[in-house]
Every structure is written in structure tokens, then in C-alpha cells.
């Protein structure tokens, strides 16, 4: 309590751009906690529904003795859904590759080797925001909202049609591969945690006169 007093007068002698200044920082780190929060529940919710899909193929397999050991659950868990992963995203890859060759060769033979240009096209596709600043306690500080310094700029010719091609196949092909990633380590994270349990020793199990899948809930 004693700090913050100490700090009261600091604010009281603080302009109204610099008070500014502190609102709008607080309010950005405030929405950014509060997003994370957000981002982080919703990824754990997926995570736990998609994990549980290994639940529709292992539960047989575990009742009727087909797999007897952690060790087992967890190797096939992992080749079943590592070749599940190949299959699902191996279009994908190769339609990236593709893509690269294919914005490669055009480089190569259209623009001579300048990649210069594609890039400065895929720049340019961008907004480009500023924060203004200021100086407080020796620091510089976001002072006001974020602003536009250039609007997109678009360029309607074939460098820009082949450069945006190549941006939105990478950017669909990229979000497909992480979303796959991210379901093949949910599965693989419930069966490392499932394989203890389903084989585990649990004497809560037997008291309720339970069979062997107690782990599956």
C-alpha cells in the first residue's frame, strides 16, 4: 500500500496525453490477457474433443484383449494416426511444393531471378499500422491508438496475380498442416495419459466390480 503511495503524486503530475498513454497501454494489456485467456480455453477444448476420437477404436481393441499393455495402446495409437496424418496432408505438401517450383520457375524464367519483386508485391499486399509514442520516465511508450501509414497496395498485373496465388495456396496449405499437427499431438498426448489408465491399478475400479477400461471417461 505504502508503494503506491508513493507513486500517487507521480500520476497526479502526469499530463493528460501521458494519462492517455497509461489508459490506452492498460486497456491493450487487458484485451491481450483476456484473448489469451480465451485462445487458450478454446485450444484445450478442441484438444480434449479431438483426443477422445482415439476413444472409438481403442475401447474395442482394449475389451476383448486385442491390446494388453501401455505399451502396446501407445504404439498403435501412434502408427495408426501418424499414417492417418501422411494420408490427410500428403495433397497438401505436395501442392506446396508445387506452388514453390512452379513461382520458382516463373522467377527464373519471367523476371530473370529478380525474387525481389515477388517479395516486394507480397509486402506491399500488407497494411502497414504505426504506433505513436511518447516519452515517459525515461521510456518511450505507446501513446495513442494505432494508426494507418499505407493502405494496401494492390498491383493488377501477372507478377501480382502469380505472387497473391502463391500467398493464398501457402496460407491454406499452412493453416491445414497446423490444424492436422495439432490434432495428431491431442490424439497422442490422450493416449499416453489413456494408457496408463486403461491398464493402470485401481482399486476404486474393483470395488465397483469395473472392468479393465476403467480410463475410458
Known sequence: MSKLLTFLPLLIELNQKEKRAIGIIAAIVLCVFLLLGLLVR????????????????????????????????RSYVFRRESKNLYL???????ILI????????????????????????????????????TEMFGIQLISDWPQLAQRPIIHPDLNGFITYVA???????????????????AKIDRSNKMSSKAFGKNLDNLANGGGQLHGFD
Do not use: H
Request: glycine fraction near 4%; proline fraction near 3%.
Open 42 to 73: 478454446l485450444l484445450l477444448a478442441v484438444k480434449d474433443r479431438k483426443g477422445r476420437k482415439i476413444d472409438e477404436y481403442m475401447y474395442d481393441l482394449v475389451q476383448y484383449n486385442l491390446i494388453t499393455t501401455p505399451v502396446q495402446f
Open 98 to 133: 508445387l506452388t514453390g517450383i512452379g513461382l520458382s520457375l516463373y522467377v527464373w524464367l519471367v523476371l530473370k531471378g529478380d525474387f525481389s519483386v515477388i517479395l516486394q508485391i507480397a509486402k506491399e499486399f500488407f497494411p502497414v499500422i504505426t504506433w505513436p509514442t
Open 167 to 185: 500467398m493464398l495456396v501457402t496460407l491454406i496449405v499452412s493453416i491445414k498442416l497446423i490444424c492436422s499437427a495439432f490434432v495428431y499431438y
Open 88 to 94: 490427410f496432408n500428403r495433397w497438401y505438401i505436395r
